[in-house]
């Protein structure tokens, strides 16, 4: 057995963390990672955007991850997102009748992402949202924001999170609705219409 010297930083490989990726794109990606609500569930609705470098080219090979509450406002507590198979092994899929609150993206060639969700309710003080954490080449750490919903405006006013952010920078926030009823949110990762992103401590 070979001993790697960990104490000088040159005698160690780097690993997927250290590097930049997309390593991610060959174990995350599971069928139906953006169908967060069960199909045909009638409160569901679609979200979806582009990831764009700060050039505002698309990026292919990214992941938009999005977590968020039920619309109770409850922390869903269940099972369903990535089942197995405990036989085999193998990949088994939602159980399509949980929401789990819970969803794994790859953006496309053009790199669009597209999620069937359910609209969160609020917790504490906060307007409702989801939480998103974005992978994409180029990034040695993930980055986090959230997608606030449109339609009540008093509670987007009164949202401790907004109400820091400065004003012009606000709608990087706020997913808009198109007149085909789904909700877009673009991710700018830098330059001009840059989203706004969360650093946690």
């Not at 139906?32 to 609500?37: E, F, H, S």
């Not at 819970?102 to 597209?114: E, S, V």
């Not at 980055?143 to 401790?160: F, V």
């Not at 808009?176 to 001009?192: S, V």
């Amino acid at each position: 057995m070979t001993k790697i010297d960990t104490s000088r930083p040159e005698t160690v490989l780097p690993t997927p963390s250290h590097t930049v990726g997309p390593f991610y794109g060959h174990a995350l990606p599971f069928p139906g990672g953006g169908d967060i609500a069960p199909v045909g569930h009638p409160d569901g609705i679609v979200l979806q955007g582009y990831v764009q470098d700060g050039e505002g080219d698309p990026l292919p090979d990214a992941f938009v991850e999005l977590w968020s509450a039920d619309p109770d406002g409850n922390v869903p507590q269940v099972d369903g997102s990535i089942r197995r198979d405990p036989a085999s092994g193998g990949y088994l899929g939602r159980n399509g009748v949980e929401f789990t609150g819970w969803g794994r993206i790859q953006t496309d060639a053009n790199g669009h992402w597209t999620a069937r969700t359910l609209r969160p309710g609020a917790r504490g003080q906060s307007a409702p949202y989801i939480s998103v954490c974005v992978f994409a080449r180029g990034l040695l750490v993930h980055l986090y924001t959230r997608i606030y919903l449109p339609g009540d405006e008093a509670a987007l006013a009164a949202d401790p999170l907004l109400a820091r952010v400065p004003a012009e920078r606000r709608d990087t926030l706020i997913a808009r609705e198109q007149r085909d009823g789904t909700y877009r949110f673009d991710i700018r990762l830098q330059g001009e219409g840059e989203t706004v992103f969360l650093e946690f401590q």
